[in-house]
């Protein structure tokens, strides 16, 4: 005696949708809130040089980029960057006070101003550059480097 046991057809249930949208908008928020964009264009071409004793600067939103190095079209000779525009080291009170009002006043504490230099930028311009910054009272002063 046999006996037959017959298998019931299953079927795959439908995937639930609905949580979906929630999802994407969720990863699509984080994305957003962690994303730095680049406010500036570079406009000066350097080579940043190598340092032993270098560390990371911590909040980005209160450090102010001045960049030196040739301009990026091939023209002229070494030349100072503030913002999106190149400038003359005489520009650069005006540019960091400027900068130092569009700040909260917690970030405006902790101002600091970093110089992305090229690695052959005359001393003399760096020089000059940061008796501007001495003028315009910003004594916070990092310089950026790769470590070796």
Known sequence: MRHHIR???????ELNMAALPDLIFTVLFFFMIVTHMR???KKVA???PA???TEQVGHQKNVIYIYIGRPTDGSGDYCVQLGNNIATPADIPAFIRS??????A???E?????IRADRKA???LINEVKQQLREANALSVTYSAVAK
């Open 106 to 108: 917690e970030d405006q």
């Open 110 to 114: 902790r101002m600091t101003v970093c």
């Open 7 to 13: 298998r019931r057809e299953h079927e795959v249930p």
């Open 39 to 41: 406010d500036v264009d």
């Open 122 to 124: 005359p001393m003399s």
């Open 99 to 104: 900068e130092h009002r569009q700040m909260s």
């Open 46 to 48: 350097y080579e940043v």
């Open 51 to 53: 340092g032993q004793l």
